[in-house]
């Protein structure tokens, strides 16, 4: 699916830049930026999941822990 992304100025030549330094496009480095952020989004859901599942089940943690 093609989209259109509008940013602005100063954050495109920002991108720019950044882009040139690491020898990518810029398409290629905000496609790497979506999936950084994408990545650290479920590694955050899951770590608040699984605090959410400790602190409904400390008891029996516990129990199991002795």
Avoid: C, W
Avoid at 19 to 37: F, P, T
């Amino acid at each position: 699916m093609a989209m259109t992304l509008r940013i602005p100025d100063e954050l495109n030549e920002q991108l720019r830049e950044s882009a040139k330094a690491q020898g990518i496009s810029m398409q290629s480095a905000v496609i790497l930026a979506i999936a950084e952020y994408v990545e650290r989004r479920e590694v955050s859901m899951a770590a608040h999941l699984a605090q959410e599942f400790v602190k409904q089940n400390r008891e029996l943690i516990d129990r199991l822990a002795q």
